[in-house]
Nanobody
């Protein structure tokens, strides 16, 4: 019944890399509105990266130049390639998009970066 699922989180040392994946299933989802947020305890969930319009992308200032959002429409999947990870990148990463105009969230995947 879960229709939006993230994977690829884990533990890595500072300077390392991870690739997150988010796949949707079912009717009414749009790959063009997919994005990634992250959340740490006691903090608001914040935007990390998202698609903008049909071809563009947007990134948080803190991840520009290190993270890349991409998609594979044939697989209904968005990716977040994370390079040069820092301890401040630690958090639960959530995939989001819209289904029939309603915001949907994945279950989250933990990313832990040690120094």
């Amino acid at each position: 019944q879960v229709q939006l699922v993230e994977s690829g989180g884990g533990s890595v040392q500072a300077g390392g890399s991870l690739r997150l994946s988010c796949t949707f299933s079912g009717d009414g989802f749009s790959i063009y509105t997919m994005g990634w947020y992250r959340q740490v305890p006691g903090k608001e969930r914040e935007l990390v990266a998202s698609f903008h319009g049909s071809d563009g992308t947007m990134y948080s200032d803190s991840v520009k130049g290190r993270f890349t959002i991409s998609r594979d429409s044939s697989k209904n999947t968005a990716y977040l390639q994370m390079e040069m990870l820092q301890p401040a990148d630690t958090g639960v990463y959530y995939c989001t998009t819209y289904q029939f105009g309603i915001r949907k969230w994945g279950q989250g995947t933990q990313v832990t970066v040690s120094s």
